[in-house]
Every structure is written in C-alpha cells, then in structure tokens.
C-alpha cells in the first residue's frame, strides 16, 4: 500500500511536536496538595464526613489540587506534614492528639513554613472531653476559648459576612442561611484574640433558643498571630451543607486561600 508523503510529513510533525513538549502528553501537576483528618466512620458526624469527601472529590479534580485522609493523628509529625500545603481538619476535635502531632502541627502554624490550616465545627469542642484534659496552645490559637453549649435540635440562622475583602468570603453574598446547625457557644468571645469573618445572627434562630453567646457571636474566623495562614468555620456538621452554595463557596475559598502559605497570612487583598 503506497503511503501519501503529505501524510507522512504530518505525522513526523506530530511526532516531533510531541517530543519537543513532552509536558502535553503529562497529567497536569496539582496545583497543591490537601491532608484531611476524619474521625472513623460511625457517630453524628458520618453522613457531614460522606457528604464533604464526595464534594472534596469534585472540587479537587476541578481545582487541580490532591486530597489525602487520614483518621487519627499518629501518622502526623514534620516529615509527614511537609507533603502538603493544607491541613484541613474536617472532623476531629483538638484532643487525643498524639504528642508528636502536637509539637509538629504547633510549628507548622507557627513558622508558616509548611502550609495552611482550615478547620471546621467540632475543632472548637475544647475542654475536658472523653477523659482527655483541654490543649491550652490549641484554645489560645482558637481564641482562648472553651466550649460551653449547643444547640443539640439544630437551629437555622442568618449568618452575617463581616470582613466583605476577606479572600476567604470571596463570592459570598451579604448574609446567607444555614438551614440546620447546632450553634456552639463559648465560655467568652475569640473576638479579642483573633480576626472575625462572620457572625451569626442570634435573633434569626429558628426555633428560637436560650443558647447565646449575647448578640456578638463569631462562627468564622482567623488566628492572624500565626505565620501560617488559617481559618476556622463553626458550620460544619450537617450533610446538607453541600446543598448550600454559599457554604460550598466559603469552603472552596478556605481552602485555596490556605495554600497559598508563602504570602501574607493578614492579606486580605489576595485573590487565591
């Protein structure tokens, strides 16, 4: 069979393009890489952790970064955490932490050297829990606080964006609602210790409940004394949260803005 020489040359051509960038015929580099802490599966917060994986999924592939797991701290020490830029805490709470875990998460934040941190709903649940005595350096970090109550029916509320130019609420709207949340509250404000992002509004709870923090109550915020950037986002516990798009926006923006580690954790003039 005689070949047509055209289609020779253009084969060639491709070929020789192919080899000239070999990054083409390469999956893309992530763009940064994410470790998330989960409890085992089993207890109250199952079907949030099923729902967060099955969207982290998605937006991993679509934002070209990778998600590990991981179900107790006893892998984490600094070796461990310099393989990602993200350390998500998606649902554990800041005791049975192991003592090397500790002393390599403390620096990580510290020194801002290794990434950023996102964290959700149950790690503010400081105090004596599960026979495991409070971490006083994770409740300075929180704010120097200390869980006091809940909502444990679930209320919906309004909550309100407060720092409008924050990276993080990049999107949001003005106010938006969260349908069901158990709505913790604290022996004292963060307010003092830390930056506020968004508040709850106390008097959009429905049903109505005895369970305040007295008007001021911060449900997002970020520890700017820490190198590393981070932020923490109270709502975090019911499944139907990957419903709400403002939700699933404010986690996104958490998370990517967490990565971006080497830049000014106080920016909020950034747009990663």
């Known amino acids: ?132 005595a409070i971490w006083p350096w994770f409740s300075g970090f929180m704010g120097g606080i200390r869980f006091k109550n809940y909502i444990p029916g679930f209320a919906k509320a309004t909550v309100n964006v407060e720092a409008k130019a924050h990276p993080v609420l990049k999107g949001l709207p003005i106010s938006f609602e969260i349908e069901k949340e158990e709505w913790y509250t604290y022996d004292k404000n963060p307010r003092p210790n830390v930056r506020v992002l968004a508040t709850v509004d106390e008097s959009t709870y429905v049903p109505d409940s005895p369970t305040k923090m007295g008007g001021d109550h911060p449900v997002i915020w970020s520890n700017e004394r820490m190198k590393a950037r981070n932020v923490y986002i109270f709502m975090g516990h019911h499944p139907d949260l990957f419903k709400n798009e403002a939700y699933k926006t404010l986690l996104l923006n958490a998370i990517r803005w967490a990565s971006d580690h080497n830049a000014d954790p106080s920016s909020s003039s950034h747009s990663h």
């Open 1 to 132: 069979m005689k070949t047509n020489p055209l289609f020779s040359v253009l084969i060639g051509w491709v070929l020789l393009l192919g080899l000239a960038n070999p990054a083409t015929a390469q999956p893309k580099k992530p763009a940064f890489r994410v470790v998330a802490i989960a409890e085992k599966e089993g207890g109250v917060h199952a079907p949030f952790v099923a729902a967060a994986k099955e969207w982290l999924q998605k937006a991993a592939a679509e934002n070209h970064f990778t998600i590990d797991y991981i179900e107790t701290t006893d892998p984490v020490n600094d070796t461990f955490l310099a393989n990602y830029q993200v350390f998500l805490q998606l649902n554990y709470p800041p005791y049975r932490w192991t003592e090397t875990a500790k002393t390599a998460f403390i620096k990580y934040l510290e020194t801002g050297q290794g990434g950023g941190w996102v964290g959700l709903h149950h790690a503010s649940l400081l105090g004596e829990f599960d026979g495991y």
